[in-house]
T-cell receptor, first 110, second 118 residues
């Protein structure tokens, strides 16, 4: 399983764009990159998934360079409610276990 | 969208008793479910992979006799913490692999169960 490395924590202010980068040097050909958000005492919540280039949905964008050895989650105009832990996971799509790394604690201040 | 229901949300029990946690996929069939545990301020740690109709595969260091997993149907997996002790107090989370979510989402998580052993 590909190991992921993320910054331990990040601080931001309301209204700013936040970019969280994840390194996954050993990503395999069949692996997808998925980001989850977790609030205290809750299960992780899916944010976005991608394989290459750029993916955008209503809450975030995911940028993946050609070599796929890293990825960047972009959260536009964060609010206080975006304060959470963000996890980057790498693995195949179906039926395969996903191993969580340490995650990034994002603190949004007013 | 696909929903995974986990029950109970929290449980307090006496040391030495057993506790069962249920994980249900409400609107899709989940051939594979995963069980995680999470200690305060730490990441999720995968405990085992549960496949419908077969024995669970446990991660290294996880005692299979202590954490009994049963995946008897395509919509239900249970985790039983046997003879619980205070060190088993943790946040337990299940997830289920399947289709039915919005967009690319393929792995769906329950809301977690906080276990406190006195």
């Amino acid at each position: 399983l590909a190991k992921t490395t993320q910054p331990i924590s990040m601080d931001s202010y309301e209204g700013q764009e936040v970019n969280i980068t994840c390194s996954h040097n050993n990503i395999a050909t069949n692996d997808y990159i998925t980001w989850y958000q977790q609030f205290p005492s809750q299960g992780p919540r899916f944010i976005i998934q991608g394989y290459k280039t750029k993916v955008t949905n209503e809450v975030a964008s995911l940028f993946i360079p050609a070599d796929r050895k890293s990825s960047t989650l972009s959260l536009p105009r964060v609010s206080l409610s975006d304060t959470a832990v963000y996890y980057c996971l790498v693995g195949e799509e179906y039926g395969n276990k996903l191993v969580f790394g340490a995650g990034t604690i994002l603190r949004v201040k007013s | 969208g696909a929903v995974v229901s986990q029950h109970p949300s929290w449980v307090i029990c006496k040391s030495g008793t057993s506790v069962k946690i249920e994980c249900r996929s409400l609107d899709f069939q989940a051939t594979t479910m995963f069980w995680y545990r999470q200690f305060p301020k730490q990441s999720l740690m995968l405990m085992a992979t549960s496949n419908e109709g077969s024995k669970a595969t446990y991660e290294q260091g996880v005692e299979k006799d202590k954490f009994l997993i049963n995946h008897a149907s395509l919509t239900l997996s249970t985790l039983t913490v046997t003879s619980a002790h205070p060190e088993d107090s943790s946040f337990y989370i299940c997830s289920a692999s399947g289709t039915g979510g919005t967009g690319d989402e393929k792995l769906f998580f329950g809301s977690g169960t906080q276990l406190s052993v006195l």
